[in-house]
């Protein structure tokens, strides 16, 4: 059996795992609730005295009630954090994709909540601020569902506000985050988000946050696929995830334009590469040569978007 239907099967298996656990408890809470209903009905049946007489006893009865549902909650609550435990645990070991929820369909997007600041700067290389641009960016807490096609080579074409960027993504080097990226591409996720900075300390540009800030959450977490950067480092041009160590990689990305990426992790290899620029390095250019603002100026003075990104295959 294929990887990928692999993580199918065991996925289809904690979900239907999860659902038992639920019906077994949704069984029990009807199972309490009629003992109720009986006791309530004999106490209706005898005299008003033996009522009064017996009120202690009620209130006994309805403890009990209480403390079994609570009981029952309680499994319930115990069973699926020990499920998921069990997932992560076996994703993790696999270098698979780690889900927030691993009952939840992986590609099932949930609101977040949380939408790209307001801003009135003006937006760069007389562009105009995308429609989508303040739009609320869902979270995908089961993961990203499954996209690459094996033999088929992926090529992004991200249209920016100041011109086309394209990049060669690495399936092969990074399947696990290549297969992220496209699907969120695919989902129009990227589209109308911000080049939100240029991050000096290490000569890259980051964006795909999907509220323009670093503190962002997709609702996954991408595992280290780093053999291609032990390998050839972080050149000029390299497409790299933004994450701070392992399993910390989302939606973020870098894009380096100078060699103090390669050099400040020469030692320690952290971040997946899974693209390089094909062309429109001379955009990068036209961004990085811009004003910048804010603590540590490492925003832009002007605003840079993504318009969109278009998944190729070739």
Same mark, same amino acid.
């Given at each position: ?51 009064? @007489?017996?009120? /202690?006893?009620? #209130?006994?009865?309805? !403890? $009990?009630?209480?403390? =079994? ?5 309680? *499994? @319930?609550?115990? /069973?699926?954090? #020990?499920?998921?435990? !069990? $997932?992560?645990?076996? =994703? ?5 994709? *780690? @889900? ?215």
């Amino acid at each position: 059996m294929s990887s990928n239907k692999q993580r199918k099967a065991r996925r289809k298996a904690e979900r239907e795992h999860w659902e038992r656990e639920q019906a077994r408890v949704a069984e029990r809470r009807r199972r309490v609730r009629l003992v109720g209903v009986f006791a309530s009905v004999g106490a209706v049946v005898v005299g008003v005295g033996l009522v009064v @007489a017996l009120t /202690a006893g009620d #209130d006994s009865d309805q !403890s $009990a009630e209480d403390q =079994a549902i609570e009981d029952t909650d309680l *499994l @319930a609550s115990e /069973a699926a954090a #020990d499920a998921h435990a !069990s $997932a992560a645990a076996e =994703a993790t070991a696999a270098g698979e994709v *780690l @889900a927030d929820d691993f009952t939840v369909e992986p590609g099932t997007p949930v609101d977040s909540g949380r939408k790209p600041a307001l801003d009135d700067r003006p937006v760069a290389c007389g562009g105009k601020v995308p429609a989508n641009a303040a739009a609320t960016r869902p979270r995908y807490p089961g993961g990203p569902a499954e996209m690459l096609e094996e033999g088929v080579d992926y090529v992004a074409v991200i249209e920016t506000s100041c011109g086309p960027i394209t990049i060669d993504l690495l399936e092969k080097d990074a399947p696990v985050t290549v297969n992220s990226f496209v699907f969120l591409a695919r989902e129009g996720f990227y589209d109308g988000l911000e080049v939100f900075r240029d991050f000096g300390g290490i000569t890259a540009v980051q964006t795909g946050s999907g509220d323009n800030s670093v503190g962002w959450d997709v609702g996954y977490r991408l595992p280290d696929e780093l053999e291609r950067a032990e390998r050839e480092g972080y050149p000029i041009g390299t497409v790299t995830t933004a994450g701070e160590g392992p399993y910390t990689a989302g939606s973020q990305f870098y894009i380096a334009y100078g060699t103090w990426l390669d050099d400040g992790f020469r030692d320690n290899r952290i971040h997946t590469t899974f693209g390089r620029v094909l062309s429109g390095m001379e955009v990068i250019d036209t961004m990085t040569a811009m004003e910048r603002v804010g603590m540590g100026g490492e925003a832009f003075a002007e605003r840079l978007f993504m318009e969109s990104v278009t998944i190729q295959q070739r």
